[in-house]
């Protein structure tokens, strides 16, 4: 089983400019559970209290930053009620050259191939964060348009933005990523895939542990250290994740839903879609 069957299936963008963005707006609870893309991920936190995980580790961070997930990063943000948060997500090989010069092979290039990587973080206090900031905020705007002069701005700006992380040495190096953490990556990659391609279903810690070759006793410990969450309590977000989608987005019956994300039992999916929603099946059906 390969790790694609854990790749978010949302198309960001479309063939003529793979560039698409968010916001968030609500005063609710903002919640993004584990995934992972292609694309690279520009995040602004304009405000509130947000918990990013990236690759196994954990962050906590108060509004205004900039966050950079790097393509193939696994990451989640849940963020505090009434927070606000916009992204723009893009694929890399917009922004690579037919003629390749100088900047394709110091800059861009790497950038695709992942031999260098955007820095994690940019905080407010930080010198570049006045022209980040004015940069997203002329991509953000220029990327609502739909015609060719709109994307070649949007290009124009990602390239003033690569040329200040460059000219203030911000991009970091591959090579001092530990390979201790790539084999953590790669081995969480192989479980998240099992779980998103099966959550239909009964799963074991034994079907979970031997995704990875563990012990199952010792894999419980190892999943709680690296997501923060037991095998278990992972399972249900995946599960109630997709039952939401199938409630706003689908006929079928409550208990019909309850089946097809893995629970045998209607009364223990109500329970939990409660304790996950604060509300009914029934009630989230009418709300949304």
């Not at 050259?97 to 191939?113: A, N, S």
């Not at 010198?127 to 997203?136: A, G, S």
């Not at 040495?169 to 895939?193: P, T």
Request: with cysteine; net charge positive.
């Amino acid at each position: 089983m390969g790790k694609e069957e854990l790749k978010e299936d949302i198309a960001h963008g479309n063939v003529s400019f793979p560039l698409a963005t968010y916001r968030w707006n609500s005063d609710k609870k903002f919640i993004v559970n584990l995934h992972w893309h292609d694309e690279t991920e520009l995040i602004y936190l304009k405000r509130g209290k947000f918990t990013i995980h990236i690759n196994m580790k954990e962050y906590k961070v108060l509004a205004p930053a900039f966050v950079f997930i790097s393509s193939g990063d696994i990451h989640s943000i849940v963020g505090e009620e009434g927070c606000r948060e916009s992204v723009v997500v893009f694929d890399l090989k917009m922004l690579s050259f037919e003629y390749f010069d100088g900047i394709q092979y110091k800059v861009i290039r790497p950038l695709i191939e992942g031999k260098i990587q955007f820095p994690q973080f940019i905080f407010i206090d930080d010198e570049i964060w006045k022209d980040t900031e004015r940069i997203y905020k002329k991509i953000l705007k220029e990327s609502k348009g739909k015609d060719i002069s709109s994307f070649l701005r949007v290009k124009g700006y990602f390239y003033q933005f690569i040329a200040l992380l460059y000219e203030n040495k911000r991009f970091i190096s591959s090579e001092d990523m530990e390979d201790a953490d790539i084999y953590k990556v790669e081995n969480v990659k192989k479980v998240l895939s099992f779980i998103h391609n099966n959550y239909s279903r009964k799963i074991s810690t034994e079907d979970l542990s031997s995704q990875v070759s563990m012990n199952p006793q010792y894999f419980c410990r190892y999943f709680k250290k690296l997501i923060g969450k037991t095998p278990t309590e992972y399972i249900n977000d995946i599960r109630i994740s997709k039952a939401t989608e199938l409630l706003v987005n689908s006929d079928m019956k409550i208990i019909d839903i309850a089946i097809s994300c893995g629970y045998d039992n209607i009364s223990y999916f109500i329970k939990r879609f409660k304790k996950e929603k604060h509300m009914s099946p029934s009630e989230y059906r009418k709300s949304k």
